[in-house]
């Protein structure tokens, strides 16, 4: 009995391997592509292992990705501050403070997540056309903050409903009060919510292609996305060197989920966002 | 990682969205003395203004500009001709329109269904606790959080017709090669295949929290009584994971209603515009020519804006009513 109930298991083990090998092929094979050399490139059939394996790719992205990564490395932090100093805030105000018309908008932020990227890029377009704003890094960072802030709110909305009222007395509380409970209570205990939303920005930042590519594509400083765009526009045949470039542009998700994977499936059943 | 805690961290997460409608409701209940709503909204004043300046403005600039008869000079000095619906109207006779609206629909409706389907039958399996399940279901996280740029050009590359892998892997089976990316018959699966591996880990992330939160003393009650596996899983499971459902499909059709990069950087919409979609047409308008066409790009992407906010507003409603039962 003891036994066949370990077998069965194992064997559910065996079948949740596969499922995930099948999964993360892709993966393995944007890895194996990096590795490979030139003249295998076009081999048929394809090699499975990088048997002669190369690192000419990666030799190729210090050459010539590494201010791409730097642009992306201060878009995404810049977008993490910036939607944090306006989120933590808000959230505070909706969950704690009971401001009329909260209600509204909540719903006015739940809105703006629905609204297509490629539009609100459009738009943008358009007024950063007019304040000479495109092919700007501050520009970039405001447009990539729009993918994170309404989130954002949300999260810390939730979160910090969840903190005991007593601990925070709202409802005879003057501005200035508030501001040093919001400062000293508030923010330490929702440390864990700062983590998520930075965690979030830090990547939809990072990953943005459309706005970047509408707003700064062809300017001084690029994100990595257009680095890698720019490889595939030029009908460029080294794809190790495009796979390489790909697999170093995974790096943030990578940590992430193996630092803070606990954070992201928070983040995902909280906000319910993203596709 | 410690499982148990990252379970009730979600259980959790989803308790406190409960929360906050419980608690907006209670304010608005009971008028008790409030602290000075000045104060309320000086907190929620740099977000306000953030969304008047880089939500509203942007969405504003956009309607304006396909009410009125833009050329790239007119763009740049702002006094373009006020034209009405004209822009409307040409979109409507384009004869991209038609194959544009249908791609859409395909799109969204064929990624939604395998999302769906997979994504529930891969939380119902790793709901079985053994070995391994909680890393596994971890690493399945992979494709939703890799950039969108790095997912679609590996899937460009391994659907390529001459060195793709998929290729080799039909032609090893005896399947000749299938002209994945260029031929205008196979474009759109193409990008709905790559779409749906996207697609999946949120629907198994979401599903599977729903799964956590029906108790198992049902299902151990209803195998007493002989239920099988499937009968269990149709009669116990599906019904009451409806809500979940519901939430998920329908915030699964507000994002891939607006899938742009995926399709634009596999596809370009093409070949011969057999995988545009609103989204990409769009873009293709006002940016993708040597003369763009702001006034009619801008009136595809409102459109596309009114199919999300009503889909939106559904969604809503679904979860508001959800809260309250």
Known sequence: MRTDAVTKRGWKTAVGLLLTGVMLFPVYWMINVSLTRDQDMRKSPPDLFPTHGTLAGYRTVLDEQLPYLGTSLVVALGTVVLTVALAAPAGYALAKLRPRGGGLLSFVLLAAQMIPGIIMAMGFYAVYLQLGLLQSVPGLIVADSTLAVPFAVLIFTAFMAGIPGELLQAAQMDGARALRTFWSIVLPMSRNAVVTVSLFAFLWSWSDFVFANILVNGGAREPITLGIYHYIGNNNQEWNAIMATAVVASLPAAVILVLAQRYVAAGVTTGAVKD | MNDTKQLSDRRSALDRVGAVAASTRAARDRRRPTSPQWAAWGFLAPVTVYLALFYAYPLYRNLDLSLRDYTVRSFVQGDAPFTGLANYRKVFDD??????????????????VFQYAIGLALAVFFNQNFRLSSTLRALFLVPWLLPLIVSSSTWSW???????????????????????????????????????????PFNLVVLYSGLQSIPGSLHEAAALDGANAWQRFWRITFPLLRPVSAITLLLGLVYTLKVFDIIWIMTKGGPADSSTTFATWSY??????????????????????????????????????????
């Open chain 2, 95 to 112: 004869p991209v329109f038609a194959p544009a609206l249908l791609h859409t629909a395909a799109f969204t409706a064929v990624c939604l």
């Open chain 2, 158 to 200: 391994m659907l390529n017709s001459d060195s793709g892998v998929v290729n080799a892997v039909l032609h090893a089976v005896g399947i000749g090669p299938v002209n994945w990316l260029t031929s205008p018959s196979w474009s759109l699966t193409s990008v709905i295949i790559a779409n749906i591996w996207i697609g999946v």
């Open chain 2, 284 to 325: 293709q308008l006002g940016f993708g020519n040597l003369l763009p066409a702001f006034g009619p790009g801008a009136a595809v992407g409102n459109l596309l804006v009114v199919a999300a906010l009503v889909f939106g507003l559904i969604y809503v409603r679904v979860q508001r009513k959800q809260a309250l039962s």
